[in-house]
Each structure stands twice: as structure tokens, then as C-alpha cells.
């Protein structure tokens, strides 16, 4: 599997804070059958991360992973603030798409219920060529929270969730955007070993996996987070 969403570069936000901490994320991530992970730092006013470095970071924590026998990838991407996405250049758009590959954006909502302002948003970068995925929309529910999550698909803008709370959620809620085809991606949004989240998501997928279709839940744990990686058309949903 691939997890999109992970703050595993350490030093940078509010994620991993040292570089052991990293290598315990990528042993959980390499555990749950997790083999390529995007490092996502916080792309936003109170964090000092540096666009240009991210790449180079990546491949420093691969190649630390390695050497420590730890057979997980490290791509590199960034978890970019709607307030801020206007303000960067079409470069730095590009060094913060997932995989490195200038393709898929991961955007985080502002605070708040979701609103039209981010639907404009993704227009706003279809129209500049960028794709986008929306990250963790059930920390953003309002009234009118699964006409906005239509709207975005509408716009072609994936939805993102977190694996944790896929697993725990209640009610009949996450069925019925599951079958609705509202559930199109998983991430850990992992910000240490330890504490908080894991760097896990099979147990996001085996709960979709009493809902949805086997060719559906490979879809969105497989077929569609590997073409993001690789900034490719995702293939459509089954």
C-alpha cells in the first residue's frame, strides 16, 4: 500500500521531531504492508518549510531507511493550507504535488465546516493543470457537508480520509458515503510512533472492505494512490 498523507520528515512541523522517531514510523508503516510513503509536511504560515528542500529530504530518509534494512520509500509531497495555495509559484505548486511528480495536490481545508471558497480553489488550480485531493474532510463537517464533498468531486478533486477514524466511525454515516463512491483514498496523517495516529491503514481498509466491492477498496488503496505518485490520471472508480 501506499500512504499519502504522513508527517515522517523530522524536523519540519508537527510531525516526526528526530530522525528516530521517522524510522520507528516507516518500521509501523513497512508492518501494516505499507511500502511507499509521501512525506507531507505542513505547507502553511506557522511552519518554516522549505519548498525547495523537501526533495532532497526525502531521499536523505530513504537512504537512512535503507541502511537500516527498512524497505520503505519515502516520495516526497507536502499537506498544503487552502490560505496558502494561491500565494505559491507554478515551481513550488509542483515540488509539493505528491510523489514529486507536479500531478496531485494535497490540499488541507481551512478551519471550519467546508465552504464554496475551496471549491474556487480547485478550479482555480485545474485551471493552472494541477490536480487536487482534499485531505481529512470529517474534521470539517458543516449542514451542508455532503453536498460540498459532491461539489468537489464534481470538480474533479479526490477525497482524501484518515485510515483511523474510517476504522472507528459510527453509525451509518461512512457506509453511505462509501457506496456513494465519497470514500476514494486513505492516509495515515501520522505524526509519530510515538503518539497519535500509526502509520497504519489496513484498518481503514478492512473496514471498507465489508462495505465496498474487493475491485473498490484495491482501487482506492492501490490503483489510484500509485497513479497519483507517478502524477497520472487515476483510472476510474469500479
Known amino acids: 500500500m501506499i500512504d499519502l498523507h504522513c508527517h515522517i520528515l523530522p524536523g519540519l512541523d508537527d510531525g516526526a521531531q528526530a530522525l528516530d522517531d521517522s524510522v520507528a514510523m516507516a518500521r509501523q508503516a513497512l508492518s501494516d504492508g505499507i511500502h511507499t510513503a509521501c512525506a507531507t509536511p505542513h505547507i502553511r504560515h506557522d511552519y518554516r518549510v522549505v519548498i525547495d528542500e523537501i526533495a532532497a ?23 498544503l493550507a487552502q490560505t496558502e495555495a494561491d500565494r505559491l509559484s507554478a515551481e513550488q505548486l509542483r515540488r509539493v504535488a505528491l510523489g514529486g511528480e507536479g500531478g496531485w495536490l494535497l490540499l488541507e481545508p481551512a478551519p471550519g465546516p467546508l465552504g464554496r471558497d475551496l471549491e474556487e480553489l480547485v478550479e482555480r488550480l485545474a485551471g493552472r493543470g494541477l490536480r487536487t485531493i482534499v485531505a481529512h474532510p470529517e474534521r470539517h463537517a ?97
Do not use: K
Not at 530518509?61 to 499537506?79: C, K, Q
Not at 457537508?145 to 461539489?151: G, I, K, N, S, V
Not at 483514498?185 to 510512533?193: E, R, T
Not at 482501487?219 to 476510474?236: L, M, T, Y
Open 57 to 79: 529530504r526525502a531521499d536523505a530518509l530513504s537512504e537512512a531507511l535503507s541502511a537500516r534494512g527498512v524497505d520503505v520509500r519515502i516520495l516526497p509531497g507536502g499537506e
Open 142 to 238: 458543516g449542514e451542508d457537508f455532503e453536498e460540498r464533498l459532491y461539489a468537489l468531486r464534481d470538480r474533479g478533486c479526490l477525497i482524501q480520509w484518515t485510515a483511523q477514524w474510517v476504522a472507528r466511525a459510527e453509525g451509518d454515516h461512512l457506509p453511505r458515503l462509501a457506496r456513494d463512491g465519497l470514500v476514494q483514498l486513505l492516509g495515515s496523517d501520522a505524526h509519530s510512533a510515538r503518539v497519535g495516529r500509526p502509520v497504519r491503514l489496513s484498518e481503514g481498509r478492512e473496514r471498507l472492505t465489508a462495505i465496498c466491492s474487493p475491485a473498490r477498496v484495491r482501487w482506492i488503496v492501490e490503483d489510484a494512490p500509485r497513479a497519483i505518485v507517478r502524477g497520472e490520471d487515476v483510472p476510474a472508480m469500479p
